[in-house]
Structures are given as C-alpha cells and as structure tokens.
C-alpha cells in the first residue's frame, strides 16, 4: 500500500463518520473568529437556540474594520463600530476568549493564531476567511470557510467536507540572494495560475521551502487561496516544533513530549501519491511584481509589462487588455519604470516581525523619495509591534519616513480608514490586486517587503537586489 | 434554506473570467451585521458610476447604463452564465447572499472557486459546471436573443433551451439532495451527536493537548 501525504494523514485524523455520500464529518480543533463573517452566525446560533459546541475551541478578535491610528478615539465609522461592538457583544455572550482592540495581543487573525500557539501541527483550523490557508505552515489543515460553516463549526465542532485532491508544489534549489517567500509564491502562482490549485490542497515541499523560516512558509500558504487551492500546507520539521515551543497556547510538561512525538509524523511519506505535482527551480526566481488585475498577472521587477497582442487566447486576451486598462499601463512598459504614489506593507500575507526587519534593512539611511503621497507599515499584531519597537525598527522606518501604525487588516482590503484614492497606484505585501480591492479604482501591485519599501526609497518599481 | 427544484428564467451574461467577490460585493457592505439586503449592492463598482457606501438610497444613484445587469433585455434575469474561476478569491458568503438577493439562483460557468462553491449551495444557489464549448455557444445564444430563457431541472440535471434541445450537467450527490429538500446543514449534523462525542472521547487520549 502507498504511503500516505500529509494531507491524508490529517485527514484521516479527524474523521467523525464516513456519511456515506462523498463526504465525511470532519472534526475541527481550532476555530478563529473575526468581526466580519461571525455576526450571522451567531445570529443564526440565537435564532436556533444552539449554543457553542466547544467554547475553548475558538479564539477571536476583530482586525478587518479597526483603524490603524490613534486607538483612544474609538472607531470613527458607525457602521464599522457596530460591527467590532457586536463581536465584543458575542464573544461575551458565548463565552469566547477574545483580544479586543485595546489588547497587546489583538491582531490579524492569521498572525495571532500561531503567536498565540492556538494554531499547533496537524490542526484542522479554520475561520470565516479565505487567508485562513496560512496557518498550513504549520502542517495543520487550514481552510477559510463561509459564514453557513462558521455557524455549522459553532454548533457541531464539526464540517461536512468531501476530501481534496492533492498537489505537490516543490520548489527545487535554492533562491538567489534577495529573494523572499512572497517571490516564491507570486511565481509558484504566475506558473500554476490562479485556479491552478481549484479542487487541490497543495502541500509545498523542496529545498527552497524548507530553507524558508516559519514566518516565509505562512507566507507561502497564506496565498495558497490565490493559487485557487483553500489549502496550503508545509510538512513539520524542526523549525516548525522550535517557532511552536512556550507560547501560551501550546502544550506543556509531559503533554509537549507527547505532542512533539505525534507531530514528527506530520510529513507526506516518501511513496506517498499526490494527484498532481509542480516542480519549480528556485534559481530561476526573481523579484516578483504584478502588473495586473489578478494574482496571476505577475513577471519578474525585470521585465515589461506584458503585451496582449501575443496571447493567443481570446479569453485571456480581453482580460489582459481590461487588466491594463484598469491598472493604466501600456503593454511594453519596464516594471520598473512605473511609478507609485502609496505603499503599503502589512496584511496576513507579510506583516510579521521578518517582514518589518526586511522592510527596515531596505529604508535604513534612506528617505521615501517625494513622489510617494504615504507609505505606510502596519504590524501584524500589537506583540509584533512591541517587538519591532524594541528592535527599534519603528524608529528606521519614521525617520526614512514610512508611518508606524497599529495593528489591523488595513489597507489590504480597506474596510477600515485606510484605502487608495481612485487612480492612485500602489507598492503593496498583500495578497489580492482585484479591482477596487484596495479603494474604488485603487491600482495594487503585489511585491514583497523588501520591494515595497524599494519601491517607496525610489518612487518606483527598482529590483531591491540591486539596491 | 430555500429548495430548489426547477427554474424557468432569463439568462444574463457576465462576459469576463476570474470574477471575484470583491467584484461581487464590494468590502464596504461587508460592514453589515445582517444576511439580507445585499442584493441593489451587487456588482456595486461595475453597476454605478458614483461609490457606493451602505446607508445610501441605491434607487437615486447614476446607474452605468453599459453594465449588464442595467439593460433592459436582461431584467428579471434568475440565471447567470459566467466565465472560468467565477467567485475567486474572498471566503464572504456576502456575495452568494447578494446574488440570490437579486434574484440570481443559478451560476453556469466552466469553472468556480471552491469556497464560493460551496457557500452558494448552502444558500440555495445552484451553480453548474459546463464544458467551455458549451458555454461558448450560450454566450452566442444569449447575445443573439433578446429575453433569452432556459429551463434548469435539478432532479434530472438538465437544461433545456427553447428550441428544446437538452444539456445534462453533473452535480455531487449531497448537495442535490440538500438543495432539492432545502435541508438545514446543521440540523443534519446534529443527528450525529454520538459520533462527534465518541470521537472526543478517544481523540482526547490520542491527542490531549487539542483538549485543553
């Protein structure tokens, strides 16, 4: 018999019954919450008059709709304070541990959930976003999920799931200096397409993944979603038990032995079958930026903007033009001779303490060039803030003039302050350059840290390697 | 949830691939603590030309008159007949939630999202999968009719055109039968309360520190 991969394994795992029909009952050890996708569930909880089948098995707080400045004045926005007012309301009425927006420890969800330790090896995880991929780094099962199956987690602790294809994404080799985990999976995306991994939960593997720290593999399968795939996962090796060992939600004594022995397994075995597998040369990586409209619009910081005049899919051809149109490119363009008037580095995707040091490595000495209208670092977590702080961080990045926020989704997705103005065209760590993601008529281009804060040192696109 | 079994209805086309739920459902109406009322907010920046925030009366906005769902020849559509990678990216069920607002009830595309998959037949929606040869030729016939209709039959799985002829589609077993009966989710997992429990039980020895 083949060997298992680690998404079988899993799998396996957490099975409450076989219901017979192409689905399975699954069981979920860890549910993360937020204000966003939570308040019908909870509504849909009172009107049933259910209640939580297990309290201690969620964690929330509110991220998407906080501001990123002066926390004492409260939220400006009626609407969206009703919003985080309501979670505070739920989680209090269910009983639910919450990090409200005045606590050190109130972040992203996805940042939180493994700072925390509430997101351990070989977890089913999920919460009522699609960014929920992330916490696969940790060789968990983690998918986002709609706010029906919040409710449905709520009430049962349990999702009917029929099980996933598997892929293998194996970055080969190592990366060249300079090249980071959003490069990697900005490529792994461009290669495979951003329905690539529909159907599929790809596990990345190679040296290159390996290489990466815990921070860079969240990173990796935190756009696992954007590859089409609602889950990314990353096999369990030293690291992985090193970044999980004494935090607060971790095992403890006796219980962290036996832990640490049961996540050893967490690896596909060597003649396990995937369903499909992509390998991608690491050396081949360069500084990824996107130039459209969809994550899959992306070329290397040295190359042009692409010209539809060479697709020869009709489909894909209108796209791209509508793509430009949007972006307000012209076909033929070098990326780095496009200018950008606001940078954003935070979001789920790269807002960890890795990615404020590469940020700050980048503005040490130098200024935002006068172009730029704001450029801005948003932490991931108030604790990542705190750390960044004592590292001194925050004062490299003021003093080169980026502004040190507080803790949120921001700008990534924009339901908070924090929004690009139509037209104006944007450096940014997040995970999605759809239309109007980031403002109405807002134009994202998807980099890394280090290229963002490149781009904001320079007023435009510049291959931070050669900085 | 509200079954569906067969629908008769005006098809609209929505002519570009990837469509995202930000499309579908701009953030800002993400705001909303309620299920309902999404539906005069879908496709928000593709359907007005001024921006849209929640709390403003949608009937008074400059409408883009170019935009499909704003042609008189596509009123009333129920059934939408999209492209590759329809409901990417965002996991908000806010976007099934405002396509059946509208009216919408059926998707047919050659591919969808996963999560928008699933999200939409938890909320009646039934979304079907067709070849990209088959679509193609419903964009033509779409295009080429006005008030162009189709008959969508769940139970037998197929679509029929006016002039009669038959497309069959596939659907997974379970989620036919959840959409056909309009069946609760939750209530249906409840009648395993013994499985979950056991499951608890010896996992909590296996595994302890999950149970914390």
Redesign the interface.
């Known amino acids: 018999m083949a060997g298992k991969t680690l998404y079988e394994k899993i799998w396996d795992q957490h099975v409450v019954r076989d219901n017979g029909d192409g689905t399975a009952l699954l069981y979920i050890d860890r549910q993360l919450v937020h204000e966003v996708t939570s308040p019908q569930a909870f509504e849909g909880l009172r009107l049933a008059d259910r209640k939580l089948w297990r309290v201690d098995a969620n964690l929330a707080t509110p991220d998407h709709n906080v501001p990123t400045t002066d926390r004492s004045k409260g939220i400006e926005d009626p609407i969206s304070r009703l919003q985080v007012e309501t979670l505070d309301q739920n989680c209090s009425d269910f009983g639910i541990t919450e990090f409200k927006m005045d606590d050190i420890r109130q972040g992203i969800v996805h940042v939180i959930g493994p700072e925390q330790g509430a997101t351990l090896p070989g977890m089913t995880v999920v919460c009522g976003d699609s960014h929920t991929s992330t916490h696969g780094a940790f060789g968990a099962l983690a998918h986002g999920i709609g706010t029906s199956e919040v409710e449905h987690v709520m009430a049962t602790q349990c999702l009917v799931q029929a099980k996933s294809k598997t892929m293998l994404v194996s970055v080969d080799g190592e990366v060249n200096a300079g090249i980071t985990a959003k490069d990697i999976v900005l490529a792994i995306i461009g290669e495979i397409g951003t329905a690539g991994g529909t159907g599929y939960a790809i596990e990345f593997g190679g040296d290159a993944i390996r290489a990466l720290s815990m921070e860079g593999r969240m990173t990796v399968c935190n756009m696992a979603i954007e590859a089409g795939a609602r889950a990314g996962m990353v096999a369990v090796d030293q690291k992985t038990i090193d970044f999980v060992k004494g935090r607060p939600y971790s095992p403890k004594d006796e219980q962290w032995q036996q832990a640490v022995k049961a996540w050893n397994e967490l690896h596909s075995d060597s003649d396990a079958q995937f369903d499909t597998s992509v390998n991608i040369d690491a050396a081949t990586i360069k500084p990824q930026v996107t130039w459209g409209t969809s994550p899959e619009m992306v070329v290397g910081v040295d190359n042009k903007v692409p010209d539809p005049d060479n697709e020869t899919d009709d489909v894909k051809r209108e796209g791209m033009i509508a793509a430009l149109n949007y972006m307000g490119l012209t076909a033929n363009t070098p990326m780095n001779e496009i200018e950008v008037d606001k940078v954003f580095i935070g979001s789920c995707t790269n807002s960890r303490i890795e990615d404020i040091r590469a940020a700050a490595e980048v503005a040490k000495g130098r200024k935002v060039a006068s172009n730029i209208k704001l450029a801005m670092v948003v932490p991931g977590s108030g604790l990542i803030k705190q750390q960044a702080e004592q590292e001194g961080l925050d004062k490299i990045l003021t003093e080169a003039g980026f502004e040190w926020r507080e803790p949120g989704c921001s700008m990534c997705l924009a339901m908070n302050a924090d929004r690009l103005e139509p037209g104006e065209r944007c450096a940014s760590t997040s995970n999605r350059n759809f239309e109007g993601r980031q403002g109405q008529g807002g134009r994202t281009h998807l980099v890394s840290p280090a290229m963002a804060a490149a781009a904001a040192i320079k007023g435009h696109f510049v291959d931070v390697t050669t900085l | 949830m509200e079954k569906f079994t067969k629908l008769k209805a005006i098809v609209a086309p929505m002519d ?3 469509v ?1 739920t ?2 579908i459902i ?3 109406f ?6 309902s009322g999404f539906g005069p907010n879908l496709f928000d ?1 593709w359907r007005y030309l001024d ?1 849209g925030e ?2 403003m009366d949608n009937s008074q906005r400059p409408l883009n008159k170019e935009f499909v769902l704003n042609q008189d020849r596509y009123q009333g559509a129920q059934i939408l007949l999209a ?3 329809f409901g ?6 806010h976007a ?1 939630w405002a396509l059946l607002d509208y009216g919408f009830r059926v998707v047919i595309a050659p ?5 928008f998959f ?2 939409s037949f ?2 009646g929606i039934l979304l079907i999968k067709l070849d990209t040869q088959v679509i193609e030729q419903l964009f033509s016939d779409v295009a080429a009719n006005q008030g162009y209709e189709l008959s969508v039959d769940l139970e037998n799985q197929t679509i029929t055109k006016a002039d009669g002829s038959v497309i069959k589609f596939d659907v ?3 989620r036919k ?1 959840r959409l056909l009966n309009g069946l609760d ?2 209530g ?3 009648q ?1 309360v013994d ?2 429990k056991a ?2 039980q010896r ?1 909590s020895v296996e ?4 149970f ?1």
């Not at chain 2, 591919?111 to 999560?115: C, H, K």
């Not at chain 2, 595994?207 to 999950?210: D, R, V």
């Open positions: 570009r691939p990837n995202d930000d499309a701009p953030k800002q993400l705001k909303s603590i309620k299920r920046e921006h929640p709390g492209r590759e990678n990417c990216g965002s996991s908000r069920e099934p591919s969808f999202a996963d999560i699933s999200n938890k909320n997974d077993e379970f039968h989710d939750i249906l997992t409840l395993h499985d979950i499951y608890e996992r595994a302890p520190w999950l914390n």
